[in-house]
């Protein structure tokens, strides 16, 4: 579930170039606070869950997988599994996406060695170097790099906000929207109205995003899939499995190994 806003902390890096990466091991179960920062930031993890939380709404980002978040966008993150973290942080003149806004982006092999290889930059390098070419390279990955659907929008009226806290609670509410209208006091086409103006989807659309970014933070904390299923309100594994491979095309054993990413293992 998402988490209300709090005091947000500002961070200034002042960086003297124009990248920077960091490397940070987090525990299970750790918060980033609310904050946000001078620089426009990749966030990537090797191993473990990450979700990302703006006021648009959250991102989950399995390995495998970034967020790119922009410089001064207020954010805060939750880690599920130990999060081995590894951040790229760039001058926001150097933004590789024409609409500065966030997204999850698949991190390709050349990418992860790229950020893995700046965090030992000695810093500050100079302009023309072998550390601006490489940046340079990253930029370009980073602008090639498929988008992953891993965003479940916010909601803004109150009366789909209700509808959203009390379906988190308990993912097997399998009610009608009819009857999820009536709950709110509004009639079913409003309601199915508030949903697609608020976040670009169906009701049953927001549903099954709610399951699939769910059950990614349940996989990475180590359940079974039989597990994850269940506690997205599955009864049948391989409902699951089919709703899983539909929105991210594999399996979540599949996904979970990375293979998907390299292109000489996939199917």
Not at 99 to 112: D, F, H, M, P, T
Request: charged share 20%; proline share 6%; glycine share 4%.
């Amino acid at each position: 579930m998402m988490q209300k806003r709090q005091n947000t902390l500002t961070i200034n890096f002042n960086a003297k170039t124009p990248a920077l990466a960091r490397a940070e091991n987090y525990l299970n179960g750790t918060r980033i606070p609310w904050h946000t920062h001078d620089l426009a930031q990749l966030i990537h993890a090797t191993e473990g869950v990450m979700t990302v939380e703006t006021d648009d709404g959250l991102w989950v980002v399995p390995p495998g997988r970034a967020v790119w978040v922009p410089a001064f966008e207020a954010h805060c993150i939750r880690m599920t599994g130990a999060v081995t973290l590894r951040s790229l942080y760039l001058d926001p003149r150097l933004t590789p996406f024409a609409n500065e806004r966030c997204c999850v982006v698949q991190v390709s092999a050349l990418l992860k060695a790229a950020i893995l290889r700046t965090i030992k930059f000695k810093q500050p390098y100079a302009e023309g170097s072998c550390e601006a070419r490489l940046v340079a390279v990253m930029l370009d990955e980073i602008r090639a790099a498929p988008t992953a659907p891993l965003h479940l929008p916010s909601l803004k009226d109150p009366r789909a906000q209700r509808v959203a806290e009390e379906f988190q609670i308990n993912l097997s509410d399998r009610r009608s929207i009819s009857a999820w209208a009536q709950f709110t006091g509004a009639s079913t086409r409003t309601l199915e109205r508030l949903f697609r103006d608020d976040t670009g989807m169906t009701f049953g659309a927001w549903q099954r995003q709610v399951y699939l970014l769910r059950s990614l933070e349940a996989l990475a904390s180590g359940q079974s899939v039989t597990a994850a299923a269940l506690e997205v309100g599955f009864e049948n594994p391989s409902a699951f499995i089919a709703m899983f491979r539909r929105a991210l095309g594999v399996t979540p054993a599949k996904y979970f190994r990375g293979r998907e990413d390299d292109p000489a293992t996939s199917a």
